[in-house]
């Protein structure tokens, strides 16, 4: 099997990351014997550089530069916030038509750090199973552009408004994950990075790379009548 790839030119390549495949080595996965790092640059052939972070249980568009200069180009416009980032998302609960989540972090070092996260709903749905008090649950399908790119930055968000993603541990519903677990099989979290968006430093450029909807998203999507727009 081979990773998809979605753009590639002489300085980038980017791919279709699956759910579950980390970046690279971290200690925070422990020991695991595919990274998309290793992947990658063995099916083409080429040392790959990492431009960004994307979680390993989070799908989608993930960017490597070809060479050392290409990932310090690309490293500044992402610190720059010169890269536009999509998301979807399915949560639990009806989210507002728009909304912004303002709301400082924590980062692994234990230093506090603004966080900003943007959103839209998409779609919204009801099913026939109980949830907690309420005879029904519900769910929306929302489109996420992250201000800022801290660890979790999403999960957490979504957690803290109370609208954690489906799929999410340890951020998520536990009651909610064992409801799609049991009834649907769902065993991944239905976060994906679908587009990216930015001026190539090299090709003087617009470049927007999108990445289609792993096969689970998409089928839990269906199953709910979520509709993308």
């Not at 489109?143 to 993603?165: C, D, N, V, W, Y």
């Amino acid at each position: 099997m081979e990773l998809e790839i979605i753009y590639q030119d002489d300085y980038y390549v980017a791919i279709n990351k699956p759910n579950g495949l980390p970046v690279h080595k971290s200690s925070y996965i422990g020991n695991v014997e595919n990274y998309a790092l290793q992947w990658l640059r063995n099916q083409i052939g080429q040392k790959v550089y990492p431009c960004h972070r994307l979680d390993s249980k989070t799908s989608g568009v993930l960017l490597f530069a070809l060479n050392p200069e290409a990932n310090k180009a690309m490293q500044e416009l992402f610190m720059e916030n010169k890269v536009q980032k999509k998301y979807l998302a399915i949560v639990r609960g009806y989210t507002e038509e728009t909304g912004s989540i303002d709301y400082p972090l924590t980062n692994e070092n234990g230093k506090t750090q603004e966080a900003l996260t943007h959103y839209k709903t998409l779609s919204q749905a009801e099913i026939n199973i109980p949830s907690g008090k309420f005879e029904t649950s519900r769910y929306s399908l929302v489109e996420i552009s992250p201000q800022t790119g801290r660890m979790h930055q999403i999960r957490k968000h979504f957690a803290h408004i109370l609208h954690p993603i489906i799929g999410d541990r340890p951020h998520g519903c536990n009651k909610q994950n064992r409801i799609f677990k049991e009834k649907f099989g769902l065993s991944v979290m239905l976060l994906h990075a679908s587009e990216i968006t930015f001026q190539h430093p090299f090709l003087n450029k617009e470049i927007k790379i999108k990445a289609n909807l792993q096969s689970e998203f998409s089928r839990i999507a269906r199953l709910l009548e979520l509709n993308f727009m």
